[in-house]
């Protein structure tokens, strides 16, 4: 919450399954490219929010099998809970406004009456939710059913429909759109609402995302048709919200230029590099092109070039010092040797390099330090490093981009890579 100082130029409300993860894309090609684009240009000023119907279990399981960038705000279990950081502290007082008129044992005990309803595993049951599957014929009856028996029982619960199956119970006051409202009400208590927010979804739990006022929405090309049924008799004709024609992640990146919300050119879908620097040219924009870099050459998705490496030469100085995770110094002049000799080690492989919570500070004039996790798959192992990086934009030449003063690596907490010389830098 305390991350920026001041409004959030865009903050993104976002849908995790089929929505920013795409089940059906064993590449997470669109997920990269919207990583990309965050950290190229968004990390530094504006706020991502993951919206999620997984309980804190799932969701971390999710965070382990998907190349996905972590958010600011964590909100899971449907808008049960929210919490913020890398740490995920928790909301307590969305908990106290959640406790009023919830009484989670009548809702089980009137469940229980219903054979049509099979419960969800033990780890999505949470405080403030009661989760079921139920067949798409039967939902509508037993949906209304059930909300007779809880008026009669004098509880406001909200049932709510998602993914042609699954059947969620919360506090009326819950649900993803009420948790961003309270969100919104608490940056405006501090002056610091969001310029922008686009909220991003693909089935039922989502829906209330598009009520929330001033808001821009995107259904995902692939949304469900409980979603779209729901937009067609609610919000039919409200500008602000669009059918992407891209399937998930690529349906977000389609509305931040639908909507004109800042660039929408991910690092991802420029092959030149050279023509790819922004009018405000950003350092993290220069750290997330370098890996991509990075990735293309062991890859061979770009031709070998000597002037590749005399570039990246030219770009430090003399003197740079790059410390590799595994503790080991490396001149420029290694770092180079070292990349001549990767080129196309990973051709046809499944290798892919993204970098995620990219903090810039200019500690002195020209002078940037950089902080970020880099994140490497490389077949069936995935490594990440913790790394620092001084970079210089004096005599900046956009074109050319920051010099590289020095860089330091240390893996992350069980995540080093197996073979310390498949990490290159
Ligand atoms: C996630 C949750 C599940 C919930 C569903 C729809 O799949 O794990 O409990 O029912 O989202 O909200
Ligand atoms: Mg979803």
């Known amino acids: 919450m305390d991350r920026l100082n001041k409004s959030a130029r865009l903050m993104i409300v976002s849908d995790l399954d089929h929505t920013m993860v795409d089940h059906h894309d064993p590449e997470n090609l669109s997920l990269l490219r919207f990583n990309a684009l965050w950290e190229a240009y968004y990390r530094h000023d504006s706020l991502l929010v993951f919206s999620t119907g997984r309980s804190p279990t799932l969701y971390k399981e999710l965070r382990k099998e998907k190349p996905m960038l972590t958010p600011d705000i964590t909100i899971m279990s449907v808008g049960t809970e929210i919490t913020y950081g890398t740490s995920m502290v928790p909301d307590e007082g969305w908990v106290e406004v959640l406790n009023k008129k919830w009484d989670r044992n009548i809702v089980t005990e009137e469940t229980s009456k219903f054979p049509e309803l099979k419960l969800q595993a033990e780890t999505e049951q949470r405080p403030h939710k009661v989760s079921f599957y139920v067949q798409k014929d039967k939902a509508q009856e037993v949906m209304k059913e059930l909300s007779e028996k809880f008026v009669k029982r004098g509880l406001d619960v909200k049932i709510i429909y998602s993914g042609g199956m699954d059947l969620d119970m919360l506090p ?3 649900g993803k759109g009420q948790a961003l409202a309270y969100l919104h009400k608490k940056f405006k208590a501090e002056g610091k609402l969001p310029q922008n927010t686009l909220v991003c979804g693909d089935s039922g739990n989502d829906a209330e995302l598009f009520t929330i006022p001033e808001v821009h929405g995107v259904m995902v090309s692939n949304a469900q048709e409980e979603l779209l049924q729901w937009h067609a008799e609610n919000a039919k004709n409200n500008p602000k919200v669009i059918h992407a024609t891209e399937r998930c992640a ?9 909507f004109n919300l800042g660039p929408s050119k991910s690092p991802r879908d420029v092959m030149d590099s050279s023509d790819s620097v922004p009018e405000n040219f950003e350092p993290g924009h220069d750290i997330v092109r370098f890996f991509l870099f990075l ?12 002037l590749y490496l005399a570039g990246l030469k030219a770009l430090s100085f003399p003197s740079s010092v790059f410390v590799h995770p595994s503790g080991i110094e490396q001149s420029i002049l290694d770092c180079t040797n070292a990349l001549r000799r990767s080129y196309g080690d990973k051709q046809g492989k499944q290798y892919r390099v993204w970098v995620d919570q990219v903090t810039t500070t200019e500690i002195g004039s020209n002078i940037w330090l950089l902080k970020f996790n880099k994140w490497e798959i490389s077949g069936d192992e995935r490594r990440g490093c913790v790394a620092t990086v001084l970079l210089s934009s004096e005599d900046l030449s956009p074109s050319e981009g920051f010099t590289w003063v020095h860089m330091h690596q240390t893996w992350l907490d069980g995540a080093g890579a197996k073979d310390h010389t498949d990490w290159v830098c």
């Open 172 to 174: 009326q006051g819950a």
């Open 295 to 306: 990735e293309r050459w062991r890859r061979a998705e770009m031709e070998y070039s000597e």
């Open 250 to 258: 690529a349906g977000i990146i389609q509305a931040i230029g639908h």
